[in-house]
């Protein structure tokens, strides 16, 4: 039974830490929106590390199921908006639809690239993204390049007050339940077979392999996974927090750079790391941009490099081996 | 005891009678300063265009705090101050940028960040508190169809870049009738597209071509080809500098002859006519703004108009002290400066710097700055600024059209790409 319930203490200062961010947002003038770009890195790396950290692969294209996801809720808004009384339904509809897309993309993607390893599955998955780009663009589905920006259907629908509490407030919220959702279910597949088995092909996938594991199940486990929470993750910061949909903008290869940097500061396959990554990554840029607005690069790639220099297992890592003996390690993994 | 109760009585009636009118008083005193707030692009994708704003910005500040004097509101002159933030041209910066500036530094205006992208992505921020939002960046017309009550826009909105250009043709050559549209696929481009082919219509040009192409093209053969079967007397399009070059040497290899050629974002740059030198000739681009415009306070009086704001070449001396660089301002600057230049009117119009007065204010406005013309419509959309074309001439860029800025006649109709192969230039009428 105490086995049983220390088995959720790694979740303790998770929630702690969202909960205190959720505090000092609310209750710090002018602190939300700092706190909503925190949560959005915390969960984009948190959802990340569900693939990268227990499988050691690194999908370069992981920015696409963000895409598909932010284009279900565009999608679901500008296409039934026209139906009258569905209210705040059309929002469900919106994350049913980017978690069905993502999922989609997922496993299509998943069933032919997770047969290549390494480099070969991380040049493989930016031909996804950049290919589904340009085939959003050149096939002229979904508005093409003109995009879709659905801010007046929101008010229609929404009314205008609602619709303007949505965007600056409740869309943060449901980023934040995506954040607590995905460190929920990494510490369920850490603590199940499929976490025992994702480590195990994470450290040597033929060895893995040979000792009778389905490697191939465990890593569409973990891809599928990862790629719906980067589907609802895109519906809530993206679409719902800013009504418009450019495909440039949500196939940007650069917020998997971000992923990557969040999940290797904090520490990969960790799951405190991915909420201290974003911490660190969000706070250093917030506060260097208002001290020296223009040059923040200058001063935050070197922190970056000092941090994965120091700590190469990232700073939860570290802290991890620190306190390997001590009362804390029941906390910190 | 019943004429201490009386003074009791006497004194509070006092306090509650003159206390309110304090208060009213202390509201309605004029602020020691007031604040624009900005989230800029100084890193990241946008950071050139970035730059740009932010000195235009710092230079008519200083000219509006040194030259001006201040904004004059309740007979006092107020200074102008700026606060800035990188957001690293990103949406996530942005929001939470804007948010610290509205409710920590207690910003009385907002300026966008560049692109329609970013823009949109604090217009939700500013409207949930009532605060009042410039865009100088994102020329998309859809952001003023989305109900946003306190955005106004300075940046010319994308559906204009090809009306000047229509419009001179159609002046100077009222027998050219037939025009191709050609343009990449591209949020910005497509939408400049629709704006043009609009306009040609009701100009009443017949459109004999209207096609796109895809981002990163690399051969436009099969479409100028389709292109020149059509012989239209005039062409407009484009999307990059990329694609622009492409667009006009394989013109001249494929011999499509034209009375005109315009093309947005390539044809304005230096680089366009370093990289194709005498095939530039006589070749057009769109532009917000180009150093050598001839606006001025005269040109103001003609149409009507007041005039505010420095000279051209204040502007440009005051933008190189204000970046600390010798560089010449592009359009980037000049809109961003404009737009400072119309929240001082709008805001000495209200006499006040509440959001709600000076958006009205500006609803109303319409004035002449080394910009160019300034007016906005009930939704918040430029509509009073003209772009301005420019010709490759002998080398040169002239600023051919509008009138009111023009520094040169029109090369017209350019020569053939045959003549140019020979060493002929584009010379005016």
């Known amino acids: 039974m105490k086995k049983e319930s220390t088995k959720y203490y790694p979740l303790i200062p998770v929630f702690a830490a969202y909960l205190v961010l959720f505090l000092i947002g609310r209750n710090v003038p002018g602190m939300w929106q700092l706190v909503a770009m925190l949560l959005f890195y915390c969960a984009l790396g948190q959802a990340f590390n569900i693939f990268l950290g227990m499988t050691g692969y690194v999908d370069f294209g992981y920015v696409a199921f963000m895409g598909v996801g932010t284009y279900g809720m565009a999608l679901a808004i500008t296409k039934l908006a026209h139906i009258e009384g569905l209210g705040i339904a059309i929002i469900i509809i919106g994350f049913v639809m980017a978690l069905f897309m993502a999922t989609l993309l997922s496993l299509a993607v998943g069933a032919v690239a997770l047969r290549l390893r390494g480099a070969y599955f991380a040049i493989a998955t930016i031909g996804v993204n950049e290919g589904l780009r340009f085939f959003i663009e050149g096939a002229r589905i979904w508005n093409g390049s003109e995009g879709l920006i659905f801010t007046a259907q929101l008010n229609q629908i929404l009314g205008r007050e609602t619709a303007s509490t949505l965007m600056t407030f409740w869309a943060d919220i449901m980023v934040l339940i995506i954040a607590v959702s995905a460190a929920f279910i990494t510490l369920y597949y850490i603590r199940s077979k499929i976490g025992y088995a994702l480590t195990a092909l994470r450290e040597d996938e033929d060895a893995a392999k040979v000792m009778g594991i389905n490697v191939t199940k465990y890593k569409i486990i973990a891809f599928v996974t990862s790629a719906c929470f980067a589907g609802l993750l895109g519906a809530a910061s993206w679409a719902l927090k800013t009504p418009y949909v450019f495909p440039p903008e949500v196939f940007e290869i650069h917020y998997t750079i971000e992923a990557i940097i969040i999940v290797l500061l904090g520490g990969s396959g960790t799951l405190l790391g991915p909420v201290v990554g974003g911490l660190i990554y969000g706070i250093s840029k917030y506060y260097l941009s208002i001290f020296i607005p223009g040059f923040q690069l200058l001063i935050f790639a070197p922190i970056i490099i000092i941090i994965i220099v120091l700590f190469p297992e990232g700073v939860v890592g570290m802290l991890k081996n620190r306190f390997k003996d001590s009362a804390l390690a029941q906390f910190i993994i | ?429």
Request: include cysteine.
């Open chain 2, 1 to 429: 005891m019943k004429r201490s109760i009386f003074k009791a009585l006497f004194v509070i009636f006092i306090l509650f009678g003159f206390l309110p009118a304090y208060f009213t008083l202390a509201e309605a005193k004029s602020p020691e300063k007031i604040l624009i707030g900005h989230p800029a692009c100084l890193s990241g994708k946008y950071a050139k265009a970035g730059e740009q704003a932010l000195g235009g910005i710092k230079a008519c500040i200083d000219w509006v705090n040194n030259v001006y004097g201040g904004v004059k509101l309740e007979g006092k002159k107020v200074p102008l101050k700026y606060k800035y933030y990188d957001c690293e041209s990103k949406k996530e910066a942005v929001t939470s940028f804007i948010g610290r500036l509205i409710t920590v530094d207690k910003v009385n205006v907002v300026f966008s960040p560049y692109s329609s992208g970013l823009t949109l992505r604090g217009a939700p921020v500013t409207e949930s508190h009532g605060m009042l939002y410039m865009d100088h960046g994102g020329a998309n017309n859809k952001i003023f169809r989305q109900g946003f009550r306190y955005i106004v826009q300075t940046i010319g909105p994308a559906t204009s870049y090809h009306q000047g250009t229509l419009n001179m043709i159609h002046k100077i050559d009222p027998k050219a009738k037939k025009v191709a549209l050609a343009y990449e696929d591209s949020e910005f481009a497509k939408m400049v597209m629709h704006g043009a082919e609009e306009h040609a219509k009701k100009l009443g040009f017949d459109i004999v071509f209207k096609r796109t192409y895809p981002k990163g093209v690399t051969d436009l053969t099969p479409l100028l080809s389709a292109l020149k079967a059509t012989k239209p007397d005039f062409i407009i399009g484009g999307g990059h500098f990329e694609d622009g070059q492409l667009f006009n040497r394989q013109m001249a290899d494929l011999d499509i002859n034209s009375n005109a050629l315009s093309l947005i974002a390539a044809a304005t740059l230096p680089a366009f006519y370093k990289a194709l030198t005498n095939m530039a000739e006589g070749v057009m681009g769109p532009s917000h703004w180009e150093y050598g415009v001839k606006y001025s306070a005269k040109e103001a009086k003609k149409v009507g108009l007041d005039w505010i704001g420095p000279s051209q070449d204040e502007f440009v001396t005051l933008f190189k002290k204000g970046l600390g660089k010798e560089i010449i301002p592009d359009y980037h600057a000049a809109e961003a400066g404009a737009q400072v230049l119309a929240y001082v009117l709008a805001a000495e119009k209200a006499n006040s710097v509440a959001p709600d007065k000076v958006r009205a204010a500006l609803g109303d406005l319409k004035f002449m700055s080394f910009y160019g013309g300034w007016d906005v419509d009930d939704t918040g959309l430029q509509v009073g600024h003209s772009m301005v074309a420019v010709q490759w001439q002998m080398g040169k860029r002239i600023i051919v059209w509008p009138e009111e800025a023009q520094t040169g006649g029109v090369a017209y109709p350019m020569p053939t790409f045959a003549e140019k192969a020979k060493g002929k230039v584009a010379v005016p009428r």
